[in-house]
């Protein structure tokens, strides 16, 4: 599933290139930039959650209570 979403911002990235390549219209081309962010950020989410469900998670039950401050340092660094 994340390696589809990934293909498919790496397909949005190539087409804004080939956009600049062919001297598009500006306008179109910050459009596909905002779509493409929208893209990565959502990706990001996907991403997030699943370590948070799953190498978080299973360091908690097994009694590494350090991962959740790694991950809350992550966290932190990701929304400035």
Same mark, same amino acid.
């Given at each position: ?6 293909? &498919? ?5 190539? !087409? $804004?290139? &080939?956009?600049?390549?062919?001297? *598009?219209? +500006? *306008?179109? $081309?910050?459009?596909?930039? /905002?779509?493409?962010?929208? *893209? $990565?950020? =959502? ?5 997030i /959650? =699943?370590?948070?469900?799953? +190498?978080?998670?299973?360091? $908690?039950k097994? !009694?590494?209570?350090? =991962? ?7 966290? /932190?660094?990701?929304?400035?």
């Amino acid at each position: 599933m994340l390696i589809n979403r990934l293909n &498919r911002v790496v397909g949005q990235v190539n !087409g $804004i290139k &080939r956009m600049l390549e062919e001297d *598009a219209y +500006c *306008a179109d $081309i910050l459009i596909q930039a /905002s779509a493409t962010t929208a *893209a $990565i950020n =959502s990706f990001s989410k996907m991403v997030i /959650s =699943s370590h948070l469900k799953t +190498c978080v998670h299973d360091d $908690i039950k097994n !009694g590494n209570e350090e =991962s959740m401050n790694e991950f809350l340092k992550l966290l /932190s660094k990701l929304l400035k």
